[in-house]
T-cell receptor, first 111, second 113 residues
Framework: SQTIHQWPATLVQPVGSPLSLECTVE??????LYWYRQAAGRGLQLLFYSVGIGQISSEVPQNLSASRPQDRQFILSSKKLLLSDSGFYLC??????????FGSGTRLTVV | GESVGLHLPTLSVQEGDNSIINCAYS??????FIWYKQESGKGPQFIIDIRSNMDKRQGQRVTVLLNKTVKHLSLQIAATQPGDSAVYFC????????????FGTGTKLQVIP
């Protein structure tokens, strides 16, 4: 079955520092991959999606970027974090039974 | 833009009772709807889905109802258990080429033992 791995689980970073969050997928090939952000008490906001290696689409202008260096690897990055980048970051891919399969998420706190 | 929203932010139910969580959507082109459960500190978990050619679908203890006329979606949980306590999200998709999904803000379900 499909599994999405995300790390780290929690991260505290100072304002202005760089960011790299990694997502890897097992159990499927050539998946569509998505990065979502969830602010406290709110819904999920789509940040980036990728339909293949090197193919990235951005949904909202922001301080973040994404890359897909390998078929089952999706990376979320920032050169300089802002306070507003704090949130719960989720990687997702279409699930075999429907909807999305999500990773366990990374809780990012920018201080 | 198109949006998906929920009527109630918090729902409290007694253990053993049935729960009904409601959702309204605005994109008339949506043809695929999903319910997710999210426990604290975890990623959302797929519960059940329904396509626009159906108006009801049942799973284990859960039923999703779709009313396309009024653009309304509901999730019914039978015999609610403490383990059902979580935030529930509805989501919709218009089957775009990259399966883009729009999520609602969520309803918190609290089960009272």
């Amino acid at each position: 079955s499909q599994t999405i791995h995300q790390w780290p689980a929690t991260l505290v970073q100072p304002v202005g520092s760089p960011l790299s969050l990694e997502c890897t997928v097992e159990g499927t090939s050539n998946p569509n991959l998505y990065w979502y952000r969830q602010a406290a008490g709110r819904g999920l906001q789509l940040l980036f999606y990728s339909v293949g290696i090197g193919q990235i689409s951005s949904e909202v202008p922001q301080n973040l970027s994404a890359s897909r260096p390998q078929d089952r690897q999706f990376i979320l990055s920032s050169k300089k974090l802002l306070l507003s980048d704090s949130g719960f970051y989720l990687c997702a891919s279409p699930g075999a039974e429907g909807g999305y399969t999500f990773g366990s998420g990374t809780r990012l706190t920018v201080v | 833009g198109e949006s998906v929203g929920l009527h109630l932010p918090t729902l409290s139910v007694q253990e053993g009772d049935n729960s009904i969580i409601n959702c309204a959507y605005s994109n008339s082109a949506s043809d695929y709807f999903i319910w997710y459960k999210q426990e604290s500190g975890k990623g959302p978990q797929f519960i059940i889905d329904i396509r626009s050619n159906m108006d009801k679908r049942q799973g284990q203890r859960v039923t999703v109802l779709l009313n396309k006329t009024v653009k309304h979606l509901s999730l019914q949980i039978a015999a609610t258990q403490p383990g059902d306590s979580a935030v529930y999200f509805c989501a919709e998709s218009d089957s775009g080429g990259y399966q883009k999904v729009t999520f609602g803000t969520g309803t918190k379900l609290q089960v009272i033992p």
